[in-house]
């Protein structure tokens, strides 16, 4: 297997823009236990996005596209994805699959699924999108911003991860 050795992945969707601290949803991920750690934002208009309802941090249903109308949360998957190499083997065996609506909307029923507010988050699925997420780049340019989460504050260091993380609060 190519990720011998390593005990999570990360996965990016490619039609979205965001600006995360990688190392903060890696730590939240760990603490948590989940098996996959799902980043997320709130949003205006759910269409077009799957939508996540959650517990504390503990998504307890994924709806991949629902009607907007029928969307009982406006938070929503933003694109990236941290799973435990153990979820790799309870995806679908199909060549193709949807991540969101074939294994996603399933797993979170019987697995531990998290998610992690990010800050900024932007889709480009079309060229009226694409120059609106490139006015807002260049209005970003320079900035610096960090979402700092509670766990990450009093999470233990990388190291410490060589045994089970710790349980959350």
């Keep these: 297997s190519q ?19 990688l190392e903060d949803m890696y730590f939240y991920h760990k603490r948590s236990g989940a098996l996959i750690t799902i980043g997320s934002t709130v949003v205006d208009d759910v269409t077009g996005f799957g939508v996540i309802e959650e517990e504390n941090g503990k998504i307890i249903r994924f709806v991949e596209k629902p009607d907007p109308k029928r969307a009982k949360t406006n938070t929503i998957n933003s694109g990236i994805y941290i799973l435990n190499k153990k979820a790799l083997e309870k995806m679908p065996k199909e060549k193709s699959f949807s991540l969101e609506k074939d294994f996603l909307e399933k797993i979170c029923l019987k697995e531990p699924i998290y998610h992690y507010p990010i800050s900024r988050f932007i889709t480009v699925n079309d ?3 694409y120059k609106k997420a490139e006015e807002a780049m260049k209005n970003l340019q320079g900035e610096r911003f960090e979402l700092s989460h509670p766990l990450r504050e009093t999470g233990p260091e990388p190291a410490a991860f060589d045994q089970a993380p710790p349980p959350l609060h």
């Design 3 to 21: 990720i011998e050795g390593y005990d999570d992945i990360v996965i990016v969707n490619a039609d979205t823009i965001f600006k995360i601290n």
């Design 127 to 129: 060229i009226e999108q």
